[in-house]
């Protein structure tokens, strides 16, 4: 690392992309409704997300970022254009390759966090993984390393009821990222939480990039996608700047 990237002031992680693309979206179009009702929700998006990268993606509410992310996720599919996930072109597998490629390699983080009330954290994160036909014993164990990972493993056990927001979303995190998921779409993850407890949530999202996940969060604040590598701005549907992130001192 040069000198300059030591002293740089912005949180640890790599600066530049450290992998190949990972998530590929070439001029990716979607328009939603018919005739004179049409809305062209994203309009000829390109972007590569590497590999240990971290995006952001910001923009005024309707311009296109949540589609982004469904179109990234494999949730909704391109009017035109294509999504690449690990090079290949989603259009081009199976619906049941597309389904276990969704599965196994994406994860999802959304502002409303869907655990389920009844069943502990550890519960919540191995609970996609038995679905995805992991014995039971096994995806615990998952589920405890990435519960580990998001440094919550001591709260396992736990009903999301007993959990802080914060720490609630940390095991949606874990359930997203558990297994072998090198894609996290995180649209609004900070959306409900303090400023203090937000940080501590783009900060894991930080390292999941940093241990080698692709990672993409929509924010609407600077200062949380300043812990991104770039930040991408959407209008109307369409990238009208990228730049490079910077991180701002806490609480400017
Ligand atoms: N299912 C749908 N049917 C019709 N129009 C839609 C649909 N989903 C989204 N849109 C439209 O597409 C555009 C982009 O929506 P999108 O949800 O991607 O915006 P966003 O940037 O995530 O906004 P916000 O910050 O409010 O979440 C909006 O004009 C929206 O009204
Ligand atoms: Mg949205």
Redesign the pocket.
Known sequence: MSPVAETAPRPAGPSVPVGPPLLELRAAV?V??DGARQ?R??DGVDLEVAVGEFVAIM??????????L?LAGGLAEPTSGQVLIGGTPLEALRPAARAALRRDTIGYVFQDLNLLPALTAAENVAFPRELAGIPARRARQEALAALERVDIAELADRRPNELSGGQAQRVAIARALVGERRLLLA??PTGALDSATARDVVTTLRRAADDGLAVVM?T?EARLAAWADRIVQ?QD?RVVGTTGGEMLPWGA
Do not use: F, N, P
């Open positions: 979607r939603h409704g809305v929700a994203l923009g005024a509410s309707g311009s296109g970022k949540s589609t982004l469904h649209d609004e929509v609407h959407l549907g």
